[in-house]
């Protein structure tokens, strides 16, 4: 079993940043490509970014290029969401996600993601 908890959220002003942090316990050998997704709401959950298990690849949504900074740190089992320049629109409950396929590299499917975190709100305001 696997399990991910995320932190990091809160409230921010627009132009500001806020760095969201995901943590995996249990079974963490089982876990490969890793993912951030968020959900507003009344909207569907969407994909942010996306890490290959070494690092080496990244994925973006293109709303997040170049303001949004996906990274891990496998000898502390986690993965960090850097997110700089916020705006309104990204207000939602960001989710970590994990895939437990190593062929797998990196992925904005959310169907590919085996584990889930509960989430964490981040709240830019205008």
């Known amino acids: 079993q696997v399990q991910l908890v995320e932190s990091g959220g809160g409230l921010v002003q627009a132009g500001g940043s806020l760095r969201l942090s995901c943590a995996a316990s249990?079974?963490?050998?089982?876990?490969?490509?890793m993912g951030w997704f968020r959900q507003a709401p009344g909207k569907e959950r969407e994909f942010v970014a996306s890490?290959?298990?070494?690092?080496?690849?990244?994925y973006y949504a293109d709303f997040v290029k170049g303001r949004f900074t996906i990274s891990r740190d496998n000898t502390k089992n986690t993965v960090y969401l850097q997110m700089n320049s916020l705006k309104p629109e990204d207000t939602a409950v960001y989710y970590c996600?994990?895939?437990?396929?190593?062929?797998?590299?990196?992925?904005?499917?959310?169907?590919?993601?085996?584990?889930w975190g509960q989430g964490t709100q981040v709240t830019v305001s205008s």
């Open positions: 249990g079974r963490t050998s089982n876990i490969y490509a």
């Open positions: 996600a994990g895939c437990s396929n190593k062929m797998v590299v990196a992925t904005g499917s959310k169907l590919l993601y085996d584990y």
């Open positions: 890490i290959s298990w070494s690092g080496s690849d990244t």
